[in-house]
């Protein structure tokens, strides 16, 4: 009997360890792939427009790579176990997350002025520009990514009673990601009905709004896998 409770406990383990680990790869990505196209513009004097234009850089392997691994740690992601009834789950959402940024990956927009001479397209692309759909699909599907990590962060992290001031300043930080999330890509979606991204080009906007928004949701991936417990415990301080 000791035995058999001992192996359950185990296993019981194993899975939340299992969890943590996925994400806490999320969260890593998350970080990974806008520090590493900031430390390209430092080298190379010149910061990419966009986080997507890396495709058109020397970036393209590490921009494809990071989409691609998490879409894969997405689509592994099974989360909780959903109520009776319940329409947004855990497992349901990853999988929406998951397709949408492989399309992110491999139908990239259009690339305007960045592209190489001679640069050719992917499959995807192609076929998405007979249509004349490749920008659209590529910005849908971003903007399909991001919206299903702010329901993750406003409504799928934040389920649960609240036991204790760390669960309290938990949710304080998935809302205040998810709301900043929301913000940046909204901020995106108004710069290109505008045209303001073309008169602010220099700044970079798109780039820095877009940065925003993933370490946004990086953040409430990596304090959710328990690995911000310092951040978790200093906002809990605050009340």
Known sequence: ????????????????LSFLAVRRAIGALGFFLPLALLAYGLLSGDLLPSISAAYYSPMREIFVGSLIAQA???WS?????PD??????????????AVAIALVALVPTGPDAVQPQGAGCTLLQCLADRAGLSSLVHLG???????????YCLVLFTKGAVDGPEKAASNRIYRLCGWTII??????????ATGLDDRLAGLRPVFWLETIATFA???????????????????????
């Open 217 to 239: 949701f990086a953040t409430s991936w990596m304090v959710k896998g328990d690995a911000l417990r310092p951040l978790v415990r200093g906002v809990a301080a605050l009340r």
């Open 72 to 74: 894969v740690f997405l």
């Open 84 to 97: 009776a009834g319940d329409l947004v789950t855990d497992k349901g959402t990853a999988r929406v997350a």
């Open 77 to 81: 992601y099974e989360g909780f176990r």
């Open 1 to 16: 009997m000791t035995d058999d409770h001992g192996i359950s406990q185990k296993a019981h383990n194993d899975l939340v």
């Open 183 to 192: 913000a940046s890509i909204g901020l995106i979606g108004v710069m290109f």
């Open 141 to 151: 599907a971003a903007a399909v990514f991001f919206g299903a990590l702010a329901v």
